[in-house]
């Protein structure tokens, strides 16, 4: 790794370890679940399993990815890291941090699935642990935003890098989003695990959960979106289609990104059903800024396909690098997007969503939504990455172009399964579908295809690692390819976008009106507590 990426570098490598331990621990769920046996399979040991496997696949490999490639954009794109002690201060805390709950959730005594809920209660050191992971993280949007004002002063006048533009949004949706989290954990769960307070409220956590949890959905997608809009079009060989529509996109998540949280509280009491309608509407406003991506990106693909000769109203479909690592995964990703925001349609839908809550159609969904578009992207990224960092060749390139396709493909097993049988009513997180009679094996057939797209997803997984860690260690020495962003039709322009101060104001005044009367309206109920639940 050359020196100036040794940051990007390092924080790259924690999270596709993260993502090896996980992916194996994802396909013996899947077969738990479809009812096949293994050896040492018991239902404890499938619940300190799914919450391992969430924790490390969605806090740990896209958090670990999302700061390595940030460090990379801001040395590429800025020219600069500002605060390098800091930031490495901050990637050994948040190891210590990550270390710490994953010992935890191994040694069992922390089985609170990734979501946490109390009364579940985790030991305190599972809570520290995210913590830490989580305060590093914020040292981590302190330097890149650090790094920015350094450039902006030398740069007055022009508007950010695309590429940055994007993740100063992701920094910012991310400190928005935090704050729930850091009220529901350090006021509520620490104090409780430790025993200072007897008794939890379920209800007040939860809504500070979710007040962090769907923002948490856009601090994964958005750095997958500043690859989509920035290098994308570049290896495709064409243009940006508009630079102002993709600073206005990221601009639109940082305002609506948070205020959107009860449409995962649809069937809890104590919020009332206007409220809940009031974030539906909003969350529906949120999906505008991804369909405006999707117009933009497929619409720079066209220009990329008729700059490359395709004529006819498809033909510029077939002449795209369908055989380029990088373009596929994130082609793939893209294409899994159509299924995932219609997935999230329904579930965001107030009425539609009594069908599917809680039901195995939501790991269903946020396999193609967390699992996909973004881990795929993030894949993509880093065979676009990693060969610019080392100055290494791609290694058994065979292997990197197969795998988009092969994870595409056990996806489509996967989730296609799981939705069905969520609809059919299998609940989520069970230990094995084959509980009850006939029901059970209507259920059956969905799960034991579902568990074949597992080992799949898991060979296309072992693809990524083996070409991933063959290419940091032995990949041929060379020059380095260079980092190349794809330029816009039209040059980019300053405007209001660019306002970040003001759009960060705006943000926190719809989540006060989103959040603020609901929650004393909560508090100034009676209120009643929950001692702690282990039931492993
Ligand atoms: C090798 C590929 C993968 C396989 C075979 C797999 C399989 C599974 C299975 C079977 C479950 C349990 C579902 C349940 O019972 O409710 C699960 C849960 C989960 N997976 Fe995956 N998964 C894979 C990749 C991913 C990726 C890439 C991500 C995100 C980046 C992810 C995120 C999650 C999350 C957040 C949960 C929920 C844990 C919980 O309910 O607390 N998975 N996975
Ligand atoms: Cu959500």
């Known amino acids: 790794m050359k020196g100036r990426f040794a940051l990007a570098g390092s924080h790259i490598g924690v999270s596709i370890a993260a993502f090896a331990v996980a992916s194996f621990m994802g396909v013996l769920q899947a077969l738990s679940i479809a009812d096949i046996s293994f050896p040492r399979r018991d239902e404890s040991l499938f619940y300190v399993s799914v919450t391992a496997h969430g924790v490390l696949m969605a806090l740990v490999f896209t958090t670990y990815f999302i700061m390595g490639l940030g460090y990379a954009l801001a040395e590429v794109n800025l020219g600069r890291v500002v605060g390098k002690a800091a930031a490495w201060f901050a990637f050994v805390m948040s190891l210590a941090g990550s270390v710490m709950a994953a010992v935890s959730i191994l040694r069992g005594e922390s089985t609170v699935l990734y979501t946490f809920y109390p009364p579940l209660q985790a030991k305190p050191s599972f809570y520290i642990g995210a913590t830490l992971l989580v305060v590093a993280s914020w040292i981590w949007g302190g330097v890149m935003l650090a790094s920015y004002r350094s450039w902006r002063k030398e740069n007055p006048g022009v508007p950010a890098p695309l590429a940055i533009h994007g993740m100063i949004a992701t920094i910012l949706i991310w400190y928005l989003a935090t704050a729930g989290l850091a009220v529901e954990v350090v006021g509520m769960l620490i104090p409780w695990s430790l025993g200072w307070v007897a008794t939890i409220d379920p209800l007040v956590a939860r809504t500070f959960f979710w007040w962090f949890g769907h923002p948490l959905v856009y601090f994964w997608l958005l750095p997958a979106y500043v690859l989509w809009y920035t290098v994308l079009p570049k290896v495709a060989g064409g243009k940006l289609f508009s630079d102002s529509l993709g600073r206005m996109v990221f601009i639109l998540f ?241 405007s209001m976008w660019d306002r970040y101060g003001l759009w960060t104001v705006v943000a926190i005044v719809l989540i006060l009106l989103a959040y603020g009367y609901p929650i004393v309206h909560l508090l100034m109920q009676a209120r009643y507590g929950s001692p702690p639940f282990r039931p492993f």
Not at 423 to 431: A, E, T
């Open 254 to 494: 940082v305002l609506l990104s948070t205020p959107v949280g009860f449409h995962h509280q649809f069937v809890d009491p104590g919020i009332s059903s206007g409220w809940k309608l009031a974030h539906t509407v909003l969350t529906y406003a949120v999906i505008y800024p991804s369909l405006v991506t999707a117009f933009t990106i497929v619409a720079s693909l066209e220009v990329a396909g008729r700059m490359r000769g395709g004529t006819g109203l498809f033909g510029w479909i077939r002449k795209l690098p369908w055989g380029d690592p990088f373009f596929a995964s994130i082609a793939l990703a893209m294409i899994a997007f159509v299924f995932g925001g219609w997935g999230g349609a329904i579930n965001a839908a107030y009425a539609m969503n009594g069908m599917i809550h809680n039901t195995a159609w939501i790991q269903g969904h946020f396999h193609v939504t967390v699992g996909t578009t973004v881990g795929l992207s993030f894949m993509g990224g880093t065979y676009w990455l990693l060969p610019r960092m080392t100055g290494r060749a791609l290694r058994f390139r065979a292997l990197a172009i197969t795998q988009p396709y092969l994870w595409i493909l056990g996806m489509a097993l996967f989730s296609t399964s799981y939705h069905i049988a969520g609809i059919r009513g299998l609940p989520r997180r069970v230990y094995s579908a084959s509980l009850n009679g006939e029901q059970g094996a209507q259920w059956h057939t969905l799960t034991v295809i579902a568990a074949v797209g597992a080992v799949v997803l898991l060979v296309s997984a072992l693809c990524y690692v083996t070409v991933a860690v063959a290419t940091w260690l032995g990949g041929k020495k060379g020059e380095a390819p260079a980092f190349e962003f794809a330029a816009s039709l039209r040059p980019p322009v300053a």
